[in-house]
């Protein structure tokens, strides 16, 4: 299986979800619901017994990372610390939603070459 999060819909409930590996070491395959949460919808997600993650864009890759109590009350849910780019998704249950907060990724770059010159080929 590959480390990167990949888009699907849920087989119970059909909702778009991400499916990805945990961590880069001992990681499980969890099923997070794509819409970031804000500090109060982490913490709601966190009393339900569901994990959060963070995350991160790398290049065309999205991957997850579980978070702890530090990154919990370091980097704080929907909220930019030092330029710090990562969304804090929770665990799938179907049905349920949370307290949202704006994506805080940055898009995907298409283009930074010069596109009135010749092809580089
Ligand atoms: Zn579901």
Redesign the pocket.
């Given at each position: 299986m590959s480390r990167d999060a990949r888009g699907r819909a849920?087989r119970?409930?059909g909702?778009p979800?991400l499916r990805g590996l945990s961590d880069d070491w001992c990681a499980a395959e969890v099923e997070v619901n794509p819409t970031p949460l804000n500090v109060f919808g982490e913490m709601l997600a966190r009393i339900a017994h569901l994990g959060t993650y963070d995350l991160h864009r790398e290049g065309d890759h999205l991957r997850l990372h579980s978070r702890d109590h530090w990154q919990i009350a370091g980097r704080p849910a929907g909220i930019l610390v030092y330029c710090w780019r990562v969304d804090v998704l929770a665990e799938?249950r179907?049905g349920w939603v949370f307290p949202a907060a704006p994506s805080l990724l940055r898009s995907r770059t298409v283009s930074t070459g010069d596109l009135d010159g010749p092809p580089p080929f």
């Open positions: 849920c119970r409930c909702d979800i799938h179907c």
